[in-house]
């Protein structure tokens, strides 16, 4: 029976059948991929996420005295079978959190709709910033606008203009993720005077990148960036040893910041760094609650608590958990919808001394979203591979907002008229 | 002009200027090329001993793989590990010969395609539920492979070979120079290329279908284990592996479903025409990523003139 039992699951997982089942409380649906060619990178993701939400029900009860209904859809990050979660979770489901940027971008006009917020933490289309123009799509705490402009800053020293006449080669999945720097970086390349090479990976080529080095040792960059995600940053990162590329000088988005990647170089990989808007702290008191309320009680799938994307994964949750407590304390009440939730992430406001609360100090930095701001642009630190793990290689970076905002004004001005008639939240300055 | 230019002049300057260069986009060509070599040959024998097209191969590979590096991390000595492994396959290819193929003797050509999808979602599943989605490192030192490289300066520049590479290339002419010995100098081997040859006839003088079946799957089964580390040295072991099986299907097109002949000249062919196409061609004209679609049209080109492929047999029905 046993045996039944698993070989069904493994039937409905390969098929993608997980049906929803509701529980009691706030339904919080996590569009997640563990299965599927990205399952590597996704999986310490979701349980950071899983986990975060565990420990509160078991500590505190849930939120507010509710407790949350924590749930996965399946997609194998394919966006059509993440559009599918998102048509069967948003019945009762408070958010949708769609985990590709791919999926986002399908589901962002139905929920102009369906009234409920996406909730993309450092992922979807950049210009979900302009809370005017996407009233439901959050990206806090930081959009890939801000990671390119914070790597560029990193790269530059400080100094904007010594990137004149430098060449930067963008290495980045052929998949609307990894398209989504380009806008912004082909700005800066004009306004400070580098040469942007943009690099394509296609999916089927993420574990044999070899051409795409070839080109890398031909055009001879005087920096990487890489905008990778799941196998394919395994891929370049042993290109680039295997090509004897620079580790220095390669510097990856913050989802290409994963340490079971480095592992397959392991000392080789020395230097490599990443840009993160989150930073694994051991020590950090609330680590001590997941222990003993999620993993000593045998609810963890998780097996190094200190990996950078489970911690990262429990900061995600975090950010969820906020905007239901935000959305709770204004409408006085603990069954909140997905309309207060709205209201919840638009008012997020995680201080320093709420992260201390939280017992979560400086595993993000602290930010505030708003009417306008639904990103919160919190800014990130450099960390770099010391051989075995990663370490913070830099102090608090923040993005370019000047040179960032004119752009996704214009941007999410662009999406809009495409997409019109588009609502617009007109109570938003 | 310009554009001329970039087409027929500055790629082949290029050449002429970096040999080094040229050496190693055609090194990094060789090896990708027996790589996919070496998935089309496990899609050609089953082909040609059952006349199905095995859409399982790609996940083979992952589950080969997954299984050596699963039983080394239970502390199961690395050459040990091979050896269960390959026990895994050699069961695998009984349990798809009882259980799917057997029953389904005798139906159209489709529905035994349809099985091979099946096993895929199956395999897909439960190795999921086994050994979870996380990338593994594959087991390269503990096996004996060396890693490493050997950096050559010909014409005063750079070539760097990778012993992994040369491993990957020297294993590879051993199995199919193996293979090949099998197929044509014992009698089980021939009993198979019979069976690719004419079903009926071989039934006839008292071939095993069962055994030949078990036999290929097996077979294949030992092309997906070595397919598996090698391309698990490169970036490690996931269901990511999967998708580089549709890579073998540009390979099958070129060299035809039922030539090992084909499978290999198609393999080195697509392999290094398309890393010189994205190089010199691609990359500068196209922004790049050609590699994902240039394999598909140099065989559909070849298609036209050729339809059953460059070393595929013509098939003359009379009616």
Known sequence: MKTFTKLAMAGALSLGLAAPVFAEGIYTPNLSYRTGPFAATGIPLMNGQADYMAMLNARDGGIGGVPIDFDECETGYSTEKGVECYERTKAQAVVTQPWSTGITLQVLPKTNTDNIPILAPGYGFSPMANGKVFQWAFNPPASYWDAASMIMQYIAGGDMGSLSGKKIVLLHLDHPFGKEPIPVLEAMAAEYGFELVPIPVGLKEMQNQSAQWLQIRRERPDNVVMWGWGAMNAGAITEAVKTKYPMDQFIGVWWAGHDEDLKQVGADGKGYKSISWSMPQPDAPVMADIKTHVVDAGLSQQEDLNSVFYQRGLVISMILAEGIKAAQDNFGKGEINAEELRWGLENLDISAERLEELGMTGMVPPFKTSCSDHTGHSGGWMLEWDGEKFVQASDLLMADAAFIAPLEEEKSAEYAEANAPWPMNEACE | ?319
Not at chain 2, 209 to 232: D, E, K, N
Not at chain 2, 278 to 305: M, Q
């Open chain 2, 1 to 319: 002009m310009e554009l001329l230019n970039k087409i027929f002049v500055a790629p082949f300057a290029e050449m002429v200027e970096a040999p080094d260069f040229l050496m190693q986009v055609l090194w990094e060509g060789l090896v990708s090329g027996v790589l996919y070599a070496l998935i089309a040959l496990g899609f050609v024998l089953i082909y040609r001993s059952s006349r199905i097209f095995n859409f399982a191969q790609g996940i083979m590979v992952v589950f080969a793989a997954l299984t050596l590096v699963g039983l080394h991390e239970m502390g199961v000595p690395a050459w040990i590990s091979v050896v269960l492994t390959l026990g895994v396959m050699f069961g695998l290819a009984v349990t798809v010969e009882r259980v799917v193929l057997r029953p389904l003797v005798g139906q159209p050509d489709i529905i035994l395609f349809m099985a091979t999808i099946g096993i895929t979602l199956f395999l897909i599943g439960f190795g999921e539920i086994i050994f979870g989605g996380e990338n593994k490192q594959m087991i390269t030192e503990e096996l004996g492979i060396p890693t490493g490289d050997i950096v050559l300066e010909p014409f005063g520049g750079l070539l760097i070979l990778q012993h992994i590479d040369i491993t990957a290339v020297v294993v590879a002419v051993l199995l199919v120079t193996a293979l090949l010995l099998f197929l044509n100098k014992t009698r089980m081997g021939r009993a198979i290329r019979a069976l690719g040859d004419d079903h009926q006839a071989a039934l006839s003088v008292g071939i095993s279908l069962q055994t030949v079946w078990v036999l290929v799957w097996f077979i294949a089964g030992i092309i997906a284990l070595v397919t598996g580390i090698a391309w698990g040295s490169r970036a490690g072991v996931s269901f990511a592996l999967e998708v580089i099986a549709y890579k073998a299907l540009p390979v099958l097109m070129l060299g035809g479903l039922e030539s090992i002949t084909g499978a290999i000249i198609g393999g080195l062919m697509i392999g290094m025409l398309e890393k010189m196409f994205e190089i010199y061609w691609g990359g500068p004209l196209l922004g790049g990523n050609t590699e994902s679609w240039f394999a598909y049209v140099l065989a559909l080109i070849v298609l036209l003139f050729r339809p059953q492929g460059l070393f595929g047999e013509k098939i003359i029905e009379r009616v």
